[in-house]
C-alpha cells in the first residue's frame, strides 16, 4: 500500500521542518507520494474531480501542514472544502473516503508543554484538531494518531529537525500498514 501526503505548505522555501520533512519523503517515493497543494494551485483554482480522484486511489492519506493559529493554512482549508462534498465524501450516497486511513503531520510553533489545560495555550493538541477529528469521521474514515513536531517557530534545532524526519517516516510505515483502526484521533 503506498502513501499520499497531501503537502499545504504556503511558503516551502523558508520552512526548516516542512522542507526537511519533504526531504525525506522523497527518499521514499516507490512507498509514498506527494502532492503539494500549494504549487498545484498557485492561483486557488483546485480541480476537484483530479483531487477526488487521487485521493480515491489511496487508502493511506497524510495531511501536512504547519499549525497556523491553531488551524490549518488557508488553501488546506479551501481544499476540504471543495473537495469533500456532498454524494462524494458524505451523504446518502458519498462513501468514497470511507475506511482511508487520514492522519495529519503538523510543524507546530510553539513549545509542546504551552499545549496543556495549562499551558499558555490551554488546550492540549488534541483540542486544538477537533476539528480535523470531526471531519474524519463525518466521511466515515480511519482517524490515525497525530504526528507533530514542536518549536518549529524558534528553538528546534537541525538535530531535531532530522530526527523529527526520521520519526515521521517511521509514524508513516507503521499506519500504513496497520490494519483496522489503530487508536487515534477518532477514539477521543
Known sequence: MKTLVILAHPNMEVSRVNQRWKEELLQHSNDITIHEIYKAYPDWNIDVSREQKLMEAYDHI???????????????????????????????????????????????????????????????????????????????????????VFGASFQVTDEEINQSAKEYIRYIYKYQHAAGNPVGLNRK
Not at 497524510?62 to 472544502?81: A, G, N, V
Not at 475506511?99 to 495555550?121: F, P, R
Request: hydrophobic letters at 40%; proline letters at 6%; zero cysteines.
Open 62 to 148: 497524510i495531511l501536512q501542514f504547519p499549525l497556523y493559529w491553531y488551524s490549518y493554512p488557508p488553501l488546506l482549508k479551501k481544499w476540504f472544502d471543495d473537495v469533500f462534498t456532498y454524494g462524494w465524501a458524505y451523504g446518502s450516497k458519498g462513501n468514497k473516503l470511507h475506511g482511508k486511513k487520514l492522519g495529519i503531520a503538523m510543524s507546530i510553533g510553539d513549545k509542546k508543554e504551552n499545549y496543556s489545560q495549562n499551558g499558555s495555550v490551554s488546550f492540549t493538541v488534541d483540542e486544538v484538531i477537533t476539528p480535523f477529528k470531526a471531519s474524519i469521521n463525518h466521511v466515515g474514515a480511519v482517524a490515525l494518531p497525530y504526528f507533530a
